[in-house]
């Protein structure tokens, strides 16, 4: 311990030096990383006949270890400390002819102008900046005002470091105004981690002649997995950039030596685009036993199957990890934006950076499997992409669900992880990705849906619920002749298009604020218009307002299946205004007085679902709930009529009524379809 300053001021003082290399010894004193991790970049940047300086050599091994592998052997090393001076070249005497080293202060050196093509420092520049205080800046400024000088045009600086944030800020923004390239490569790690957990980085600053007025700089990263650098726009995107392989460090640290309390998620982005290309989460289960062989697997979420709740929520992972009976689960999303040739690439592109995430405990050697459902990774097919000054940018895709159902689908990428809309195809043609029985005759339009939309299914749980909650209206075994139902958010259209088909006689009015999404359902989910279902493009709000004001108690059914554009409040379905009391008051103003207000709702926030069911209460007083298992999802039933409460029994009876009278000889009915089933889990509030 008595060889730590007693200050970091101390890291610049000479006197400090000498007392840390007579009290270490002969023992050679690496700051961090070892020859063999630095020598294939430094073999990219030092040449044989290079004549090169290193500055604060201390005892280090690495000038040395270039000279004797034959790197380079014109090397010249300076320090401040006298010690580490006498000591370097008595190791040195007699076996390096060619290499020298000097008592110097590299903040006055004494070796003419553009003297060196390579300047080596290893920890000088973090040593020195050990804070941003004025005195300690200009000292800096001064190492590199005196780097730049005895530097030749297109030699090269270069900077192993730690990479701290104020470090690599003043190196990068000094020599960039400066002209000069900047490039920063992460060092590949030896491995092992109980040695040193940070990485370790080389600035490579390139001298280049200064061109008067020009503000262009050229900004780049070289991660360790690859030779080719990356271009980046700004000295801020360059310190994310090495920051997010700080922390990535870290966390491969943490979790190596204790199981994870909690879910742990990150992007692995693709290296051309820079695009989140994978989505991973660490799934730890305590209650596994562990034995050699299910200590850790990975698992490939299928293309498109990774908002499903067994894949895209931390509960939905947890049974997933449980039931495949591994200590810790790995489960990996793959991005649509990205091509994927199938298991064995993915496999061969993921293995060595997922055992970096691998669990405390893994023997050596340990053979880690990979899984997914059915051995493949999924169709997925954009189909369209589109952008809306409300919605956002938003894409259509064709995805294959469990089996052999194929379905379509309407995401927001503000939200790419919900699915907005969902419809299922009947007989699709074959999708990029999977094999084709014939060859096809007629090659078809990229437009062209693959396959029919099968109106008569209802993808989403919550729908089937709405649907059901249908059965408060009418009578005990029959529903008013001619319901006229207002539907509030189109999306796909598939609720609104099994009410009309199914409730024969229905008038069904849906009110859509997006233009686009109409011509989305219209184009992609086989919606359309005709005597009975219009299409009314406005806000919801202004809407209801404008009928309650003009045309009162003219609906049987209301029905609110909107979403929130903001992110930022706790209930994604629907915006808050649309649950406020006076615009409640409105909604029952143009209900009948024996109609039903359905309402699904998507709330996070116990505080703010509370108030929202109190408004509900004061307006509506016959209240029930029905939540969807597995989902955020909750269905309120609301009615302001003299009909009495009922209970989850009656309600059920009048679902399976309703179940009946729609299901009609010639009419399609999915099996999966139990109405009364949805009714009778429903709370009375």
Not at 88 to 110: C, I
Request: glycine letters at 8%; charged letters at 25%.
């Amino acid at each position: 311990m008595e060889l730590l300053p007693r200050s970091p001021a101390e890291f610049g003082s000479a006197r400090y030096w000498d007392r840390f290399f007579r009290q270490r010894g002969q023992r050679p004193f690496e700051w961090y990383g070892a020859f063999p991790e630095l020598c294939p970049v430094l073999h990219k940047y030092v040449r044989p006949r290079d004549k090169v300086l290193v500055v604060g050599c201390g005892n280090s091994e690495l000038s040395e270890q270039m000279y004797d592998v034959g790197m380079c052997q014109d090397i010249v090393n300076i320090d401040v400390s006298d010690a580490a001076v006498r000591q370097m070249r008595e190791r040195s005497a007699g076996t390096r002819p060619s290499m020298s080293y000097l008592l110097m202060d590299m903040l006055h050196m004494d070796f003419p102008d553009a003297h060196f093509q390579v300047v080596l420092d290893k920890g000088t520049l973090d040593a020195l900046l050990t804070d941003e205080e004025e005195a300690t800046l200009a000292k800096v400024e001064q190492m590199f005002a005196e780097i730049s000088r005895v530097l030749q045009v297109g030699g090269r600086y270069l900077c192993v470091s730690l990479a701290q944030a104020h470090v690599l800020k003043k190196a990068v923004e000094y020599f960039s105004q400066e002209g000069w390239v900047v490039r920063v490569h992460q060092v590949a790690s030896s491995g092992d981690k109980q040695q040193f957990v940070l990485p370790v980085f080389v600035y490579v600053m390139t001298k280049f002649r200064k061109v008067p007025g020009s503000a262009a700089r050229i900004l780049e990263i070289c991660p360790e997995e690859q030779d080719r650098p990356l271009r980046v726009e700004s000295a801020e995107r360059l310190l994310a950039a090495v920051r997010d392989r700080q922390h990535y460090a870290l966390l491969c640290s943490q979790i190596s030596k204790t199981p994870c309390r909690e879910q742990v998620s990150l992007d692995l982005c693709d290296r051309e685009s820079g695009k989140p290309r994978y989505t991973l989460h660490v799934v730890d289960s305590p209650s596994v036993k562990p034995s050699r062989d299910n200590h850790f697997a990975i698992f490939i979420v299928p293309q498109g199957r990774e908002t499903e709740w067994l894949f895209g929520t931390e509960e939905g992972r947890r049974q997933l990890a449980a039931s495949a009976g591994f200590g810790r689960l790995l489960t990996v999303a793959l991005h649509r934006e990205q091509l994927y040739e199938g298991m064995a690439a993915i496999q061969a592109e993921l293995s060595g950076k997922v055992m970096e995430l691998a669990p405390p405990g893994l023997p050596a050697r340990q053979q880690v499997p990979f899984l997914s459902v059915g051995g493949d990774i999924g169709v997925r097919a954009v189909r369209h992409r589109g952008s809306s000054a409300l919605s956002g940018d938003f894409v259509v895709e064709d995805v294959k669900g469990d089996g052999s159902c194929y379905f379509r689908r309407l995401i927001f990428l503000q939200n790419r992880n919900v699915v907005q809309s969902e419809a299922r195809l009947l007989a699709p043609t074959p999708l990029p990705g999977q094999k084709k029985r014939r060859k096809d005759k007629k090659k078809p339009s990229p437009t062209e849906p693959p396959g029919a939309i099968d109106k008569s299914y209802l993808c989403c749980e919550h729908h089937k619920a709405m649907v059901a909650g249908l059965c408060l209206l009418g009578g005990p075994d029959a529903l008013p002749g001619e319901p006229a139902v207002l539907v509030v958010g189109l999306g796909g259209g598939s609720l609104p298009l099994f009410v009309h088909d199914y409730f024969s006689q229905a008038r069904v009015a849906v009110v859509e604020i997006d233009p686009s999404m109409l011509e989305v359902a219209t184009r992609w989910f086989g919606f359309c218009q005709g005597e009975r279902m219009q299409v009314h493009v406005s806000d919801g709000l202004d809407y209801v307002a404008k009928l309650a004001a003009e045309a009162p108690a003219q609906y049987d059914a209301i029905m609110f299946d909107v979403d929130s554009k903001d992110l930022t409040v706790g209930m994604s379905c629907p915006p808050p205004a649309f649950v406020e009391k006076p615009f409640l008051q409105k909604v029952k103003t143009i209900l009948k007085p024996e109609g039903v207000f359905v309402l699904n709702l998507v709330c996070r926030d116990a505080q703010l679902k509370e108030s929202v069911l109190g408004a509900l209460r004061a307006v509506f007083p016959l209240l029930y709930a029905r939540r969807i298992q597995g989902e955020v999802n909750e269905i309120l039933l609301c009615q302001a009529g003299p009909a009495g409460r009922r209970s989850p029994a009656e309600l059920g009876a009048r679902a399976r009524a309703l179940e009946g009278a729609l299901r009609q000889p010639g009419r399609p009915w999915d099996s999966s379809y139990a109405l009364a089933d949805m009714l009778q889990a429903v709370l009375v509030l």
